[in-house]
């Protein structure tokens, strides 16, 4: 062991030196090393958090009798035992703000529980929750006005009075509203929209009208580089800091819902527990995969207490109802494997006995909730077909086999695509059925239209004395992954506008992140390749990047780095690095395109914090996808 330097800082603590100096370095360079986890870990989302929201079943039509109708249901059901604990009241509750002291004021005529002695409170509400073993979770927006003022055709639900008296979002009272919700009326959860933020621009319909007042734009759905990112920013994180104060227990979840505008599918993961990716599910299948492809590449982007969020379920609607059993299950499937949040969007009063048994399948709600945190990876992506595998803690793996389309499909399922030995006995359970299919190498498998096969894989694993990273993404962080000019990923499917039919020319690639760090592919979906040889394992990333990797008790990082065979750049050098709690453990020459791989390998026993950095002088860092190879954590401390 190296022996540290310390601080004494009026007796109180030591603080090794090179942290000190690692996060002084970081303020200047976000490539140094700061031996600490970035992400977001506030709040209580160890695993994605389960639950029950109102306006999938809704809209802004709510009531008390409806809400605690469905929170009844999940009590008597046995899902609430099976995990759903959250039950959020969605946007329509508010009917004003009072003018000038600004307390926020519940609809009377709607939660008639929160007329307390001439005062209006959601304390009655949220003690009746909480009674029955539940969280309570709220609504509000990042601007003045809600979505639904925004969006409404019809003002029966809306808020009441003047202008300002309708002003009912976060914007301009931030420390007022999140003390009413948290230190007064006891709830544990808010979700926080964004219509405010971007549809009350001076010229929109609303603001001309007289009704609403003009707050410039700084959130624009359809363009990134329309949208003033800094700003959201600075207002989620005066939202935490009141949080923070409010719940100084740590017993809140922090929502954030602007549907993967403004960059957020990059930078949602250091500011809050969960994360919209995308606009808002819809119940239609079309919808379902735009939704679903807006976080199945983002499995580096969401970890333990900072999760993506391809929005809620909408099982028991639509092509989701008792009719569509089929593409129900895959639903709650696939966003199980996502570790999405599983929040229920049905009125469960009277939501089917075959629906219920889908949200309540215990095999797979484990899968979603598993500790090690890891979403799954996509092991095979073409045609209408995804195979997504997940590395669950037990060292079993989840996967999914994806029908998109609308004819049957034959699979072969390779003991490589879970990173199985083909030489050692396999067997899958099938989720919904329990059978047994064992197997060696390979086999094949049926998929039924729109079906998601869901099983749990038990093999040999290839790297038997370890985890690849790629297998373990909820340990790895993209900190800084190199994206210097957010561009939309243009592979997301675009299901159309529901509002404009197939006018127009329909949806456009919106979501930044193309070019983000991914598990087992270059940043652009091509496969690892450095100087001609492959690598099915690894991280691509592109130059000018540090990932954080947690490590759980390894001691031996190991790794082939260089330059994608893919990079356009093909004259800059690439200089690989990694740290071990803030120190440098091993760093590669300066490697250009073409040159062959070079094995780094770190001896990480006792490490907690690795950093993998890729540090080059060229700008466009765009042009220079890298690859760590094979990367692994193992569990022997000698190298190969
Ligand atoms: C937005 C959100 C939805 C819902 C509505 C409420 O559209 O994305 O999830 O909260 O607002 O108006």
Same mark, same amino acid.
């Given at each position: 062991?190296?022996?540290?330097?310390?601080?004494?800082?009026?007796?109180?603590?030591?603080?090794?030196?090179?942290?000190?100096?690692?996060?002084?370095?970081?303020?200047?360079?976000?490539?140094?090393?700061?031996?600490?986890?970035?992400?977001?870990?506030?709040?209580?989302?160890?695993?994605?958090?389960?639950?029950?929201?109102?306006?999938?079943?809704?809209?802004?039509?709510?009531?008390?009798?409806?809400?605690?109708?469905?929170?009844?249901?999940?009590?008597?059901?046995?899902?609430?035992?099976?995990?759903?604990?959250?039950?959020?009241?969605?946007?329509?509750?508010?009917?004003?703000?009072?003018?000038?002291?600004?307390?926020?004021?519940?609809?009377?005529?709607?939660?008639?529980?929160?007329?307390?002695?001439?005062?209006?409170?959601?304390?009655?509400?949220?003690?009746?929750?909480?009674?029955?073993?539940?969280?309570?979770?709220?609504?509000?927006?990042?601007?003045?006005?809600?979505?639904?003022?925004?969006?409404?055709?019809?003002?029966?639900?809306?808020?009441?009075?003047?202008?300002?008296?309708?002003?009912?979002?976060?914007?301009?009272?931030?420390?007022?509203?999140?003390?009413?919700?948290?230190?007064?009326?006891?709830?544990?959860?808010?979700?926080?929209?964004?219509?405010?933020?971007?549809?009350?621009?001076?010229?929109?319909?609303?603001?001309?009208?007289?009704?609403?007042?003009?707050?410039?734009?700084?959130?624009?759905?359809?363009? &990134? $580089?329309?949208? !003033? #990112?800094? @700003?959201?920013?600075?207002?989620? *994180?005066?939202?935490? +800091?009141? %949080?923070?104060?409010?719940?100084?227990?740590?017993?809140?979840?922090?929502?954030?819902?602007?549907?993967?505008?403004?960059?957020?599918?990059?930078?949602?993961?250091?500011?809050?527990?969960?994360?919209?990716?995308?606009?808002?599910?819809?119940?239609?299948?079309?919808?379902?995969?735009?939704?679903?492809?807006?976080?199945?590449?983002?499995?580096?982007?969401?970890?333990?207490?900072?999760?993506?969020?391809?929005?809620?379920?909408?099982?028991?609607?639509?092509?989701?109802?008792?009719?569509?059993?089929?593409?129900?299950?895959?639903?709650?499937?696939?966003?199980?494997?996502?570790?999405?949040?599983?929040?229920?969007?049905?009125?469960?009063?009277?939501?089917?006995?075959?629906?219920?048994?889908? &949200? $309540?399948?215990? !095999? #797979?709600? @484990?899968?979603?909730?598993?500790? *090690?945190?890891?979403? +799954?990876? %996509?092991?095979?992506?073409?045609?209408?077909?995804?195979?997504?595998?997940?590395?669950?803690?037990?060292?079993?793996?989840?996967?999914?086999?994806?029908?998109?389309?609308?004819?049957?499909?034959?699979?072969?399922?390779?003991?490589?695509?879970?990173?199985?030995?083909?030489?050692?006995?396999?067997?899958?359970?099938?989720?919904?059925?329990?059978?047994?299919?064992?197997?060696?190498?390979?086999?094949?498998?049926?998929?039924?239209?729109?079906?998601?096969?869901?099983?749990?894989?038990?093999?040999?694993?290839?790297?038997?004395?370890?985890?690849?990273?790629?297998?373990?993404?909820?340990?790895?962080?993209?900190?800084?992954?190199?994206?210097?000019?957010?561009?939309?990923?243009?592979?997301?499917?675009?299901?159309?506008?529901?509002?404009?039919?197939?006018?127009?020319?329909?949806?456009?690639?919106?979501?930044?992140?193309?070019?983000?760090?991914?598990?087992?592919?270059?940043?652009?979906?091509?496969?690892?390749?450095?100087?001609?040889?492959?690598?099915?394992?690894?991280?691509?990333?592109?130059?000018?990047?540090?990932?954080?990797?947690?490590?759980?008790?390894?001691?031996?990082?190991?790794?082939?780095?260089?330059?994608?065979?893919?990079?356009?750049?093909?004259?800059?050098?690439?200089?690989?690095?990694?740290?071990?709690?803030?120190?440098?453990?091993?760093?590669?020459?300066?490697?250009?395109?073409?040159?062959?791989?070079?094995?780094?390998?770190?001896?990480?026993?006792?490490?907690?914090?690795?950093?993998?950095?890729?540090?080059?002088?060229?700008?466009?860092?765009?042009?220079?996808?890298?690859?760590?190879?094979?990367?692994?954590?193992?569990?022997?401390?000698?190298?190969?």
């Amino acid at each position: 062991m190296q022996k540290q330097t310390t601080l004494r800082r009026r007796g109180l603590a030591l603080i090794p030196l090179c942290l000190v100096a690692a996060s002084l370095h970081a303020a200047t360079d976000p490539l140094a090393p700061t031996a600490r986890w970035s992400a977001y870990t506030a709040g209580r989302a160890a695993t994605p958090p389960m639950g029950w929201s109102s306006w999938n079943a809704f809209g802004t039509d709510i009531d008390e009798a409806k809400i605690l109708g469905s929170a009844q249901r999940i009590v008597d059901s046995g899902l609430a035992a099976k995990g759903y604990r959250y039950v959020n009241i969605d946007d329509g509750w508010t009917i004003r703000r009072q003018i000038p002291e600004g307390n926020l004021v519940i609809r009377a005529d709607r939660f008639p529980s929160s007329v307390t002695g001439g005062a209006s409170s959601f304390r009655p509400f949220t003690d009746k929750l909480h009674a029955m073993g539940l969280k309570a979770g709220i609504y509000s927006d990042l601007g003045r006005n809600t979505c639904s003022q925004a969006y409404s055709s019809d003002s029966t639900d809306l808020p009441k009075g003047s202008v300002l008296e309708r002003e009912v979002g976060l914007y301009g009272h931030i420390d007022q509203d999140i003390a009413l919700y948290f230190a007064d009326w006891g709830f544990d959860f808010i979700k926080v929209d964004g219509c405010g933020l971007r549809a009350y621009g001076a010229t929109s319909a609303k603001v001309r009208s007289g009704q609403y007042r003009a707050l410039a734009p700084v959130l624009d759905l359809e363009s &990134v $580089g329309r949208s !003033d #990112i800094p @700003a959201v920013q600075a207002e989620f *994180a005066q939202i935490n +800091a009141a %949080l923070l104060r409010n719940k100084p227990d740590g017993d809140f979840l922090l929502s954030l819902c602007i549907w993967g505008a403004a960059d957020v599918r990059a930078w949602g993961k250091n500011v809050g527990n969960i994360s919209r990716t995308s606009d808002d599910i819809r119940p239609s299948w079309a919808r379902l995969l735009s939704n679903f492809d807006s976080a199945a590449k983002r499995e580096l982007y969401g970890h333990p207490g900072s999760w993506n969020d391809p929005d809620m379920l909408y099982i028991g609607k639509g092509d989701f109802d008792a009719d569509h059993l089929v593409e129900a299950k895959s639903h709650f499937a696939l966003w199980a494997m996502l570790n999405s949040p599983l929040m229920m969007g049905a009125d469960l009063r009277s939501m089917p006995q075959a629906l219920m048994d889908i &949200v $309540g399948n215990p !095999d #797979i709600i @484990a899968l979603n909730q598993d500790p *090690a945190g890891n979403q +799954a990876t %996509l092991a095979y992506d073409a045609d209408d077909l995804e195979i997504l595998v997940k590395q669950l803690a037990s060292g079993q793996k989840a996967v999914a086999i994806f029908n998109r389309g609308l004819a049957p499909i034959d699979v072969d399922l390779t003991a490589e695509q879970l990173k199985f030995r083909k030489d050692a006995p396999i067997t899958l359970t099938d989720l919904w059925t329990k059978a047994e299919t064992p197997f060696t190498n390979e086999t094949k498998l049926r998929v039924a239209p729109r079906e998601t096969l869901i099983l749990r894989a038990q093999g040999a694993r290839v790297l038997a004395q370890g985890l690849y990273l790629s297998e373990q993404p909820g340990s790895v962080n993209p900190a800084v992954d190199g994206v210097t000019a957010p561009q939309a990923d243009p592979t997301i499917f675009r299901s159309s506008f529901a509002w404009s039919g197939t006018k127009g020319a329909g949806e456009r690639p919106m979501y930044a992140g193309w070019g983000g760090a991914r598990a087992d592919s270059t940043p652009y979906g091509q496969t690892l390749r450095i100087a001609g040889t492959a690598y099915a394992a690894g991280i691509g990333i592109l130059a000018n990047s540090r990932l954080e990797v947690s490590n759980h008790g390894y001691r031996r990082l190991s790794t082939q780095v260089g330059v994608d065979d893919s990079a356009l750049d093909r004259t800059h050098g690439v200089t690989f690095m990694i740290y071990g709690d803030g120190k440098l453990l091993a760093k590669s020459k300066s490697l250009r395109w073409g040159q062959p791989a070079q094995a780094l390998s770190a001896d990480v026993g006792g490490v907690k914090l690795i950093e993998l950095v890729a540090r080059s002088a060229a700008r466009g860092n765009e042009q220079l996808p890298v690859s760590w190879g094979d990367a692994a954590l193992l569990t022997s401390a000698r190298p190969d």
